[in-house]
């Protein structure tokens, strides 16, 4: 019986570090996210897709850029120095241990062209498009089998665009999940464009918090009261 107290304690701790593992902590965007104008869509370095669907992450880049044009917020780049902002996606294999397929040259696009309700986009590379990376994450030109590691799910990031190999920085944003960047949702680019609105609101009050409203504003008398 003495040592109830002591695993008393032992279980609040546990209890305690449990919730706060649990806890998501948002991450504020940065402004440079706030100001940004451009975008280019890319497949995130080393990404593998299933062998049964080879264009997997073709399909989710396409889809991802179709849903920013649908958006409107930011004008669709074509490659990395010219973007304010690089969005890297890479397509789930829906569960571990999944056969995949990488290297080669399946998601190259020499000529973009593309269409959503409202408009066409029509783009392409000359010459050899910047790198992402400075690793191996580059294409090869031999295709190669095998697994993804903890590639189950689909996966977003966002990077700062303008700077040699954008992906080899931390994300300053990122989000993933089952299936969020299929159509017609891409629930990946709406979950990205609630933080935008969400960071955009908590500047605008902590703008509004540091300008003095005309009734809190206090007036200096000459100090005499009258009757």
Known sequence: MRYR????????????????????????????????????????ANAREP???PNANLKAQEEVEKALTKWGRFRLATDVQTADLVIAVQRGTGKAGTP?????????RPVIVQGTDDSIR??????????????????????S?????????D???????????????????????????QAPAVKA???FRKAIEE???AAQQKQQQKQPTAQGTPQQGDGTSKP
């Open 5 to 44: 107290p002591q695993l008393l304690v032992i279980a609040v701790v546990v209890a305690a570090v449990v919730a706060s593992a649990n806890k998501k902590e948002k991450k504020v965007l940065p402004e440079l996210v706030l100001r940004a104008q451009s975008a280019v869509v890319v497949i995130q």
């Open 100 to 108: 995949t397929i990488g290297g080669g040259r399946v998601d190259d």
């Open 145 to 153: 089998e095998g697994t993804q590691i903890g590639g189950s799910e």
């Open 51 to 53: 062998i049964s669907e």
């Open 122 to 143: 029509i783009g392409g590379h000359q010459g050899t498009p910047p790198a992402t990376t400075q690793g191996s994450g580059q294409n090869s030109g031999r295709v």
């Open 155 to 181: 996966r977003m990031a966002v990077y700062r665009g303008g700077v040699d190999y954008p992906l080899d920085n931390a994300p300053l944003w990122s989000y993933s999940g089952k299936d969020v960047l």
């Open 199 to 201: 960071a955009e609101k």
């Open 189 to 191: 680019v709406e979950e």
